[in-house]
C-alpha cells in the first residue's frame, strides 16, 4: 500500500521540482548573469515576467489610438505604436537591456557596433527560437524559415542557390508579365470610375501580384492550381496571426481544429502539385522540381532524416510567405511613399523613359534602374515589413563583449535601427530616397545597421528575388499612373507577422 502512494507522491514531486526549475530558478540565474555584465532591465513579477506591463502599454496605447492622416505622422517613428513597450525601455535602459517573459529571458539589442558584431556571427547556435516558430509551425513547417542546426544549413545550401541573380534573371519575364496584368486592371478600374481617376485600395492587388509572381516560379505551367493553394495559404495566415504578438506562454488556440485542417489540405495540394509536375517531364523544370531534386540528392547525407517529400511542401509553403507577403507590403508602403512624393515619381518614370529608348524592361536592362532602387532601398529603411530579427542562445554564445548564455533570445528591432539619428543623421525619419545615391556603403554612418532582410548568417535567401520583384512592380505602376494618397487613407502601421498598413492602403491612380 505504501508504495501505491510512494509512486504518484514521487512523479508528484518530480513535476514540482521541475517546474519550480524551469518557472523560477533557470530565468532567475539568467537575469543574474546579464546582471553581473552591466546589462539591467525592467523588474519582472514572479510568474509573469514582464508579460503584464507589456500588455498594458498595449491596451493603454488601443485605448488613445486616433487615426488622422497629415505628413508628418508618416515622418515620425513608429516604434511607438507598434511595440510600445520596447520604446519606452530603450529610453530608460538604452539600446542594449534585458527583459522576461516569465520562462524566457531576452535581450533587446539595437547598438551598431553589436548588430555588426551579430552580422559577423557564424555560429549555428544563434537560431530561431523554437518557442516563437512553434507557433508558426503550420504556416513553415520544418522549413528554412524555422528550422535550426545542421539541419537548417543542409536546407539552405539546397535552396539557396535557385536565388543566386543568375536564376533570378530568368524569372523577369514572368514578373513582368503578372506586372503588365496588374496594370490593366487598374486602368480597366479608372474605366469603369468614369475614365479619369479611380480609387483603389491595393493592398489585396498587389499580394494577388506577388502571389501570381511567386506561384509561375515554384510551379511553372501548373501557378493556377499554385494561385489555389496560395490562397488556401492566406486564409491560414489569418488565423495564425488573429493573436499576433510573438510573446506569451501557450501555443493553445481556438481554432486548432480549423488550422489543423487546413494545414492537412494545402500539404497534400502542394504534393499533388509536385507528383502531377514529375509526370510532365518534358515541361520545362520549375522552381519546385529543382529544389527536389537537390532534396533528393542530399537524402542520403542528412543520415535519412531529409524527407524529400516533407521538405518540399515546408518550403514551398515558406517561400510563399517570404516571396508573397514581405514583397507585397514592401511594394505598399514604397507606393504609400512615392504617392507623398510626386518628385520621385517624375524621377522613375524620366529613368523609364529613358530605357524605353534602348528596349524594353528585361533583365539586362536591371541594373540601369538607379532611381527606382533608391526608393525601395529608402522605403524598406522607413519601413519595414518585418518587425524584428529575434535569435536564441541555442547554446552559450559570445558577440562582441557580450556572453549569452544558453536559453536567451535576442531581439533587435529593424524599425529602430533604421531611424536611429546617430547612424542615419538628424534627417532619419525623412524620406530621402538619394542617401543611397553612392551604394549602401555610403548611405550612413554604419551601412552594417541596414537589416531589411535580416542579419547574419540567416540573411534572407529570396532577397534578389524580392529586389528584382520590386524594380519591376514599382517601375510599371509608377511608368503607367500617377499616385496620390486618397482622403480615405489612415496611416497606421500594424504588427501582424508582419508590419503593414492596418486599414489598406488607398491610392488616387491617374493614367499618365
Not at 544563434?126 to 528554412?144: E, S
Request: glycine residues 6%.
Amino acid at each position: 500500500m505504501d508504495l501505491l502512494y510512494f509512486v504518484p507522491c514521487s512523479f508528484g514531486v518530480a513535476i514540482l521540482i521541475y517546474f519550480i526549475q524551469e518557472m523560477f530558478f533557470k530565468p532567475f540565474l539568467l537575469r543574474k548573469n546579464l546582471n553581473h555584465q552591466g546589462i539591467k532591465g525592467p523588474s519582472p513579477t514572479l510568474l509573469y515576467g514582464n508579460l503584464g506591463e507589456m500588455h498594458q502599454l498595449q491596451l493603454q496605447l488601443q485605448a488613445t489610438k486616433q487615426h488622422p492622416f497629415h505628413h508628418q505622422i508618416v515622418s515620425l517613428d513608429y516604434t511607438s505604436v507598434v511595440f510600445p513597450y520596447f520604446h519606452r525601455w530603450r529610453l530608460l535602459y538604452g539600446p542594449i537591456y534585458r527583459y522576461s517573459t516569465g520562462r524566457k529571458e531576452h535581450l533587446y539589442i539595437t547598438d551598431a557596433e553589436m548588430v555588426k558584431e551579430m552580422n559577423q556571427c557564424k555560429s549555428l547556435n544563434l537560431g530561431k527560437p523554437p518557442y516563437v516558430t512553434q507557433r508558426f509551425a503550420p504556416m513553415f513547417g520544418n522549413g528554412i524559415m524555422r528550422s535550426n542546426g545542421h539541419f537548417w544549413a543542409l536546407q539552405r545550401k539546397i535552396v539557396a542557390p535557385e536565388f543566386f541573380m543568375v536564376k533570378v534573371k530568368s524569372m523577369v519575364g514572368q514578373m513582368v508579365e503578372a506586372s503588365e496584368s496588374l496594370i490593366r486592371d487598374w486602368k480597366q478600374c479608372i474605366e469603369r470610375q468614369g475614365g479619369f481617376e479611380a480609387e483603389i485600395t491595393v493592398d489585396n492587388d498587389l499580394k494577388g501580384l506577388s502571389a501570381n509572381v511567386i506561384a509561375r516560379a515554384c510551379f511553372g505551367t501548373s501557378y493556377f492550381k499554385g494561385n489555389h493553394i496560395f490562397s488556401k495559404l492566406r486564409t491560414l495566415h489569418k488565423l495564425l496571426t488573429q493573436q499576433p504578438t510573438p510573446f506569451g506562454f501557450s501555443n493553445f488556440r481556438k481554432n486548432y481544429k480549423e488550422i489543423r485542417n487546413l494545414e492537412r489540405e494545402i500539404d497534400s495540394l502542394i504534393w499533388e502539385t509536385v507528383e502531377e509536375r514529375q509526370r510532365q517531364s518534358s515541361i520545362e523544370k520549375d522552381l519546385m522540381q529543382l529544389i527536389l531534386e537537390e532534396a533528393v540528392n542530399n537524402t542520403n547525407t542528412n543520415a535519412g532524416k531529409l524527407s524529400p517529400k516533407q521538405f518540399i511542401v515546408d518550403n514551398c509553403k515558406s517561400l510563399y510567405f517570404a516571396g508573397h507577403d514581405t514583397t507585397a507590403i514592401s511594394a505598399s508602403w514604397c507606393l504609400m511613399l512615392l504617392a507623398l512624393h510626386p518628385q520621385w515619381q517624375t524621377r522613375i518614370r524620366q529613368e523609364i523613359s529613358l530605357l524605353s529608348d534602348h528596349g524594353s524592361l528585361d533583365a539586362n536592362s536591371l541594373s540601369n534602374l538607379k532611381t527606382v532602387s533608391m526608393v525601395i532601398q529608402e522605403a524598406l529603411r522607413l519601413f519595414p515589413p518585418a518587425g524584428f530579427v529575434v535569435r536564441e542562445a541555442l547554446e552559450d554564445v559570445e558577440i562582441g563583449n557580450i556572453k549569452i548564455p544558453k536559453g536567451v533570445c535576442t531581439w533587435t528591432l529593424i524599425s529602430t535601427l533604421h531611424r536611429d539619428p546617430s547612424i542615419w543623421g538628424e534627417d532619419a525619419n525623412e524620406f530621402k530616397p538619394q542617401r543611397f545615391e553612392d551604394g549602401l556603403s555610403k548611405a550612413s554612418k554604419f551601412p552594417h545597421s541596414y537589416i531589411p532582410f535580416g542579419l547574419g548568417t540567416r540573411l534572407c535567401v529570396g532577397r534578389n528575388f524580392a529586389m528584382v520583384e520590386l524594380k519591376i512592380v514599382i517601375s510599371l505602376i509608377v511608368s503607367n499612373f500617377k499616385l496620390s494618397l486618397s482622403p480615405n487613407y489612415i496611416h497606421s502601421p500594424v504588427f501582424r507577422m508582419l508590419v503593414e498598413p492596418e486599414f489598406g492602403l488607398q491610392l488616387l491612380i491617374q493614367k499618365v
